[in-house]
C-alpha cells in the first residue's frame, strides 16, 4: 500500500496539541495523556530514530504500524502494554485527520489485542488485616507513620484507585457522612465511603499533617501533594515489612475491597457504582472471583473432594 503523505502543512508544536485535546476535550486524564505521549515517541523512534517524531508521526504507514506490533509481539510485551500503545496511536492518528494533517488513520486496520482473560488478584481479609497492622520502619517520624496508616486504610476502606487517591484535597472529605469526592478516569466524579478504621486514621493523620500549598489530602514533607510514584514507593515498603508474599500493589487492595465485598452479599451493582465502573461487566468478573473462593472453601472442607482443584 502507497505511504498516506500528509498535507504539505507542518504544525510544530502538534504533540502539545494533542495532549491539549486529550486533557481538555476527551477529558483524560494527566497519567494517561503523559504515557501516550511516551508511547508516540516510542513508535516514532522505532520507524525513524533519525527523523523528528512528529514528521514521523504524521507520515507513517499501516506498514510501519504492523511492524511496530510485530516488533512488540517477539519483545514479549504483555497484551495490556501492546493494546495501550495501539490505543495511542489511533487516538493520535484520528486527532491529526481531523485537523488536517493526514488524511488515513494507518492504525484503523490494527485488530484490536484481546487481553487474556484473568480473574483479578486480591488477597484475603487476613493478609489484608495484616498489610494494615504493619509497623513503619524504624526512624519514621509520627507524620509519616499516621500518614501512611491513613492511607493503606483508605485505599482499602474504600476501593480507590492510586491516581484518585492522590488527588484527593482536604475539602473533598467529609466525616459526618463519610464519604469522599473523588475524580476518577475520565474526569468522572463519585463519591465513596469509609469506615470507622479509616475515619480514626485520617483523624490521627490530620492532627499531626501540616498546611498543603495546594490543599491536598495527603502531603510529602515537603507540604506538597503526595505524588503517584511516592505512594507505590511506601506501598512496596510496607508489603515488604508485612512479609507477605507474590506482587501486592495498591490495586491489588481495590480487587480485594470489591472480592471481600461481594463475598459478603453486597450485589454487583453497588460495587460497579462503589469502584466507578462505565460497565456492569466489568464488575461482574467479581461474582468470578467469589465463585472460585467458595470452589476452593468447598473443595478444602468436603471430605470427598480432591485437593487443589480449580473451577474453570
Do not use: C
Amino acid at each position: 500500500m502507497p505511504r498516506a503523505r500528509a498535507p504539505e502543512r507542518r504544525d510544530p508544536s502538534v504533540l502539545t496539541s494533542f495532549r491539549e485535546y486529550l486533557l481538555l476535550e476527551k477529558r483524560r486524564g494527566e497519567r494517561t495523556a503523559r504515557e501516550y505521549e511516551s508511547d508516540l515517541h516510542l513508535f516514532a523512534r522505532f520507524v525513524a530514530p533519525e527523523i523528528p517524531a512528529e514528521r514521523t508521526l504524521v507520515n507513517a504507514t499501516i506498514s510501519d504500524v504492523r511492524r511496530f506490533l510485530m516488533d512488540m509481539t517477539r519483545r514479549g510485551l504483555s497484551a495490556a502494554a501492546v493494546r495501550r500503545r495501539i490505543a495511542a496511536l489511533g487516538a493520535f492518528f484520528r486527532y491529526a485527520k481531523r485537523e488536517g494533517l493526514r488524511v488515513d488513520n494507518p492504525a484503523a486496520d490494527v485488530g484490536n489485542i484481546k487481553l487474556p482473560r484473568r480473574l483479578p488478584k486480591a488477597i484475603s481479609v487476613k493478609d489484608a488485616e495484616r498489610l494494615l497492622a504493619t509497623k513503619p520502619a524504624a526512624g519514621t517520624s509520627e507524620f509519616q507513620r499516621l500518614r501512611d496508616g491513613a492511607i493503606l486504610e483508605l485505599l482499602y476502606a474504600s476501593g480507590i484507585r492510586r491516581a484518585e487517591l492522590v488527588g484527593i484535597d482536604l475539602t473533598d472529605v467529609d466525616f459526618d457522612r463519610r464519604t469522599i469526592r473523588v475524580v476518577g478516569k475520565g474526569n468522572k466524579e463519585r463519591y465513596v465511603f469509609f469506615n470507622d478504621a479509616a475515619a480514626e486514621a485520617l483523624t490521627r493523620y490530620l492532627a499531626v499533617r501540616p498546611p498543603a500549598i495546594d490543599g491536598a489530602l495527603f502531603v510529602s514533607r515537603r507540604h506538597q501533594r503526595l505524588s503517584y510514584p511516592q505512594v507505590g514507593n511506601l506501598f512496596r515498603l510496607f508489603v515488604r515489612l508485612s512479609g507477605l508474599e507474590g506482587k501486592i500493589t495498591p490495586h491489588t487492595l481495590r480487587h480485594s475491597f470489591a472480592t471481600h465485598l461481594h463475598q459478603r452479599g453486597v450485589d454487583i451493582m453497588t460495587i460497579k457504582e462503589l469502584l466507578g465502573h462505565d460497565s456492569v461487566a466489568t464488575t461482574q468478573i467479581y461474582a468470578k472471583v467469589t465463585l472460585e473462593h467458595m470452589r476452593q472453601a468447598y473443595d478444602e472442607a468436603h471430605p470427598r473432594s480432591k485437593p487443589k482443584r480449580s473451577l474453570r
